[in-house]
């Protein structure tokens, strides 16, 4: 595969990343910060140097200016691509998004409309050249509106509507869209938080990520266990969800 | 967690203290204002839990970015928290090895730094910090970030190596990797009768192989005191294997808890195979090796360390110098099986030279290291067993304890006041301490 990364620098992203180039895949890594791309693409040479990342080029998804810049770059160095990734996103706490309306604000616009907006140039792209997949970290905190993810889900539940779409809308044109649905996993994100039972790690994402975007899966929950918390969630009546902190 | 839901953290022998770690890929951002830093808390004691004024340290195993590889010199730079465990799935079928292993592969670089590790090849060659690393960037305690080196601050170059993470917080290594004709071991295992037989094979064994290492019945006393298993082993030659290729381990991530039973049932039949094994095998038993078991026999039982129940165990540790003779070996030993409450493997070891760094632990001599439960009389059996160690001449490894006095301590290790005139330059207000640091050199809680 001819990979367009952005959000290879940390967490899940990064453990993804080190999956398809540890098995060939070409890597062009996105990402907000010139050096920490760098030590990115440094760190996946030296674990695989036959297949060394291809480039680097900077991009906000606070900065909607730097979206086409980023992937004419990447297009240019691999030769046009045939998969998007996208693991990069922001989270905060409810408790600081609700004392800061600032912070609320960017993390909304970081993970709905910088989001959306880098997949609408992604997905022109890969249409233009007759297909291909975007894989999209969205969350299971976008299932139901739930008192710990207010905001944050709010952000997320408008992304994976809008990845729905256009897996409805383009797939018979070839453009395979895998919304992934994280429930909660040990990173750097998560690490002020208590963990939960069943909390997944990112290796393992990332290996049951890369079979979903191998297999062309719509919607991939992981660790797989959170479909099922999801569905339960999602019936529980309101005045239920009223009551419980979940 | 403790019984009131408080977050806990601890080292290996499950010793726990409230507080908890803050993981991040950030080093640079996460140290600015710590207390501590701490790896995969591999070692088993205190060293890498806060004082008991903070609740929080650094878990640097998400900075495990390689940052430089040279394959054709093996110069490795990489950030603190990169494990051995992963240096070993990378390099290994590529020719490379470590230039000192412990005896688990589950420690990050920044932890075999602050530890200054040995293992088997001690003999040969060395400890990590002191003989195989380059360069390392570092937190300062004031906050500031520096780059130090044998050459550009020795000295806080030499207090960081075994320093026990009390510099500083350790952000990138560089440290040299050795080539290896093959991925493969070849050992060979050899029944030995007592104690003297013991020290007097490690020492021959030593003039050949590389690495060595013994496996003493602590069951055993009077005549068959310290009989047990010698262990050599060198790379084997590409012509040796026959061209095999290492298996490729499955595991995806390092290791997650298991279910109290299953340990008990593995830990307990391995404990039988090696009695049996001991009884049954020919005197000398030479096979080709993966590299896993000969180096890590005991990361195969994952959280062996559980099986000691709630109340944790501790290792004790310690090296007998040279000048205190064959002897000291077994008067150790014959205290340690009069005293009982030890496991019933202990690991013995030759150990050539002393390792640079200020309060690196090794030094020539004979290093034992034993398992106990942590029981009522604990800290008189390890009281008594310092004062043993102390007109002995000898000192035990800060990695691995819990429970030394301080007044022991300092008894053992005449080097100390240096180490504590470093602190005293570059953290005068020790800003940077652990729970250890607190216990045994009177850091401020
Ligand atoms: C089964 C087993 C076998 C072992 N065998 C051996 C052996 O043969 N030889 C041997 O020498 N040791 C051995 N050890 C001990 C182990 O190698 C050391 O304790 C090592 O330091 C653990 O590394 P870690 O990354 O887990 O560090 P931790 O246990 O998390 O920390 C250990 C110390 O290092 C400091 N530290 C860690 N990272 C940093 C950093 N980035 N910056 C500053 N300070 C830091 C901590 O503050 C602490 O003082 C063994 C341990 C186990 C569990
Ligand atoms: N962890 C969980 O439990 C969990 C649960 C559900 C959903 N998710 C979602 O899964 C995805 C990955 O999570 P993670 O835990 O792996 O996160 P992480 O460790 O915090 O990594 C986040 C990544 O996003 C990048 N990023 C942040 N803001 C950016 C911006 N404005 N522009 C470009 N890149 C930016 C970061 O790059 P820098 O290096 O520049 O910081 C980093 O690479 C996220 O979308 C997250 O919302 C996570």
């Avoid at chain 1, 967490?11 to 540890?22: D, F, I, P, T, Y």
């Amino acid at each position: 595969m001819r990979v367009v990364f952005l959000g290879a620098t940390k967490g899940m992203g990064r453990a993804l990343a080190r999956r398809m180039s540890e098995r060939g895949d070409q890597l062009f890594l996105l990402g907000r910060e010139a050096e920490e791309l760098q030590r990115s693409a440094a760190d996946l040479a030296a674990r695989h140097p036959q297949h060394a990342v291809v480039g680097t080029h900077a991009c906000d998804l606070a900065v909607s200016s730097t979206f086409a810049a980023a992937l004419d770059a990447a297009e240019a160095a691999l030769g046009g691509f045939d998969t998007v990734v996208v693991t990069a996103g922001l989270f905060a706490t409810q408790e600081a998004m609700e004392a800061d309306a600032a912070l609320a604000e960017q993390v909304l616009a970081v993970d709905f409309t910088g989001t959306v907006v880098f997949c609408e140039h992604a997905r022109k792209r890969l249409l233009a050249r007759g297909g291909g997949t975007l894989c999209v970290f969205s969350s299971v905190a976008g299932e139901r509106g739930r008192k710990p993810v207010v905001l944050y889900g709010a952000a997320k539940a408008g992304l994976s509507r809008y990845l729905e779409g256009l897996d409805h809308k383009f797939r018979a044109q070839g453009l395979k869209t895998v919304t992934v649905k994280p429930g909660f996993v040990k990173t750097g994100m998560t690490a002020g938080l208590k963990p939960p039972p069943f909390a997944g790690e990112p290796e393992a994402v990332a290996q049951q990520v890369l079979r979903a975007i191998d297999g062309g899966l719509p919607v991939v929950y992981t660790p797989s266990i959170w479909r099922w918390v999801m569905l339960v969630i999602r019936w529980l009546p309101r005045f239920v969800m009223r009551k419980i902190g979940f | 967690m403790s019984d009131r839901g408080e977050p806990t953290v601890a080292g290996w022998g499950n010793l726990a203290v409230p507080g908890r770690e803050l993981l991040s890929e950030d080093l640079e951002r996460a140290t600015r204002a710590a207390v501590l830093s701490r790896g995969l808390g591999r070692s088993y004691g205190d060293s890498s839990l806060p004082p008991p004024s903070h609740r929080e340290v650094v878990g640097t195993r998400l900075a495990d970015r390689i940052l430089h590889w040279d394959g054709q010199t093996g110069l490795l730079r990489a950030e603190a928290g990169f494990s051995l465990w992963e240096f070993n799935r990378l390099f290994l079928r590529r020719g490379w090895f470590i230039g000192s292993t412990p005896g688990t592969q589950f420690v990050t670089l920044g932890g075999m730094v602050a530890s200054d590790v040995h293992g088997k090849g001690h003999h040969s060659h060395g400890c990590f910090g002191s003989r195989h690393v380059r360069s390392l960037r570092m937190r300062l305690p004031s906050g500031d970030l520096v780059e130090c080196s044998p050459e550009r601050d020795p000295e806080l170059f030499w207090a960081t190596v075994g320093g026990m993470g009390l510099t500083g917080h350790i952000l990138e290594v560089e440290c040299q990797t050795q080539a290896i004709p093959s991925p493969w071991i070849w050992s060979e295992s050899e029944r030995v009768d007592d104690i003297d037989q013991f020290i007097a094979g490690l020492k021959e064994a030593g003039k050949s192989w590389p690495f060595t290492v013994g496996w003493i019945d602590c069951l055993s006393r009077g005549k068959h005191m310290g009989r047990g298993l010698l262990d050599r082993g060198r790379w084997a030659t590409p012509e040796e294997t026959g061209g095999r290729s290492l298996p490729v381990t499955r595991r995806l991530t390092l290791p997650v808890m298991f279910p109290e039973w299953v340990l008990r049932w593995k830990l307990t039949t391995q404990a039988f195979n090696t009695m049996w094994y001991w009884r049954h095998v020919p005197r000398v038993k030479k096979k080709l090796c993966h590299p896993d078991s000969f180096f890590y026999p005991l990361d195969a039982i994952l959280q062996w360390n559980r099986i000691y129940g709630r109340r944790g165990f501790t290792q004790y540790q310690c090296v007998l110098p040279e000048e205190a003779g064959h002897g000291a070996a077994r008067r150790f030993l014959d205290l340690l099986t009069r005293r009982g409450g030890a496991s019933f493997l202990c690991v013995i070891k030759d150990a050539a030279a002393e390792g640079q760094g200020m309060l690196s632990f090794l030094r020539p001599g004979i290093s034992i290291a034993v398992d106990f439960a942590v029981r009522d009389d604990t800290q008189r059996l390890i009281d008594a067993l310092n004062e043993l160690v102390i007109a002995e001449g000898g000192r035990i490894y800060l990695s691995k304890d819990a429970f030394t006095r301080p007044d022991h301590y300092a008894a053992m290790d005449p080097r100390l006041p240096q180490f504590l005139a470093v602190r005293d330059r570059i953290d005068p207000q020790r800003v940077v301490r652990s729970a250890q640091s607190v216990r045994m050199f009177g850091d401020p809680p």
